[in-house]
């Protein structure tokens, strides 16, 4: 695997990207995690807090918070105010991107274009392809 050196999206430094996974330094993910803790322990103990009161009291941005929110790692309680939007119907959710409507739309739209497609062989038919094991 070749080394590949990234810009930071958090702080604009250069380091040497892994692959994988979001593209911030080791020591922008050791932030956001500690951030991540410390959302979690407030949140914990102020269960009516907004993401505004959180990012006042914490200085945390509302858009990691909502990220956290977004994807599963941070878990709200049914009487928490705070919500995200669904970002193809707009309805307000507690979790993910999508609202389980339209997740079981995306799902069916997705079964149902599988069903219409045809399947195709993974042989290729006619004469030998020339790859590796083919005889000539």
Do not use: W
């Amino acid at each position: 695997m070749a080394i590949e050196i990234k810009t930071c999206m958090r702080c604009k430094k250069i380091f040497q990207y892994q692959g994988y996974g979001r593209r911030i330094c080791t020591q922008c993910v050791k932030e956001e995690e500690k951030q991540f803790e410390e959302v979690k322990e407030y949140i914990r103990d102020n269960e009516k807090a907004t993401i505004k009161q959180i990012h006042e009291d914490l200085g945390v941005s509302p858009r990691l918070i909502e990220e956290f929110i977004a994807s599963g790692r941070l878990i709200l309680s049914a009487s928490s105010p705070i919500t995200l939007t669904c970002q193809m119907c707009g309805d307000e959710i507690k979790k993910g991107k999508v609202c389980d409507k339209c997740n079981k739309e995306i799902m069916r739209d997705t079964e149902a274009g599988l069903k219409n497609t045809p399947v195709q062989s993974k042989r290729p038919s006619g004469p030998a392809t020339g790859g590796m094991f083919s005889r000539r």
